[in-house]
């Protein structure tokens, strides 16, 4: 799992017949505390995250165990809308 922040969306008139409908996001990489990192992916929101929300991402092989994206031409999707994190029994990051 990669945390990452939705910073855009990408529009796409053509695209395969498997992933027809869904919104495809363009996410930045970010450290556990929301902290960004220099490196982004474009993913299909299984979740219906918003601009600005901090996500969890799957990627590669794992992206295709999805029921809306099994054997289809993905490699990255918006699997969960993060609300808080703890680390070492601290907060970090509380949405």
């Known amino acids: 799992m990669?945390?990452?922040k939705i910073v855009g969306t990408v529009v796409s008139t053509q695209k395969d017949d498997g992933v027809q409908g869904k919104r495809y996001?363009?996410?930045q990489s970010c450290q556990p505390n929301g902290d960004l990192l220099n490196e982004f992916h474009v993913a299909i929101d299984l979740v219906g995250s918003g601009y600005?929300?901090?996500v969890l991402l799957s990627q590669g092989s794992s992206a295709r165990q999805t029921q809306d994206t099994y054997q289809k031409a993905v490699d990255c999707v918006v699997v969960g809308i993060v609300d808080l994190v703890e680390e070492k029994n601290?907060?970090?990051y509380q949405k």
Request: proline letters at 0%; aromatic letters at 8%.
């Open 25 to 27: 996001l363009i996410v």
């Open 52 to 54: 600005g929300e901090m």
């Open 2 to 4: 990669i945390f990452g």
């Open 90 to 92: 601290c907060l970090v």
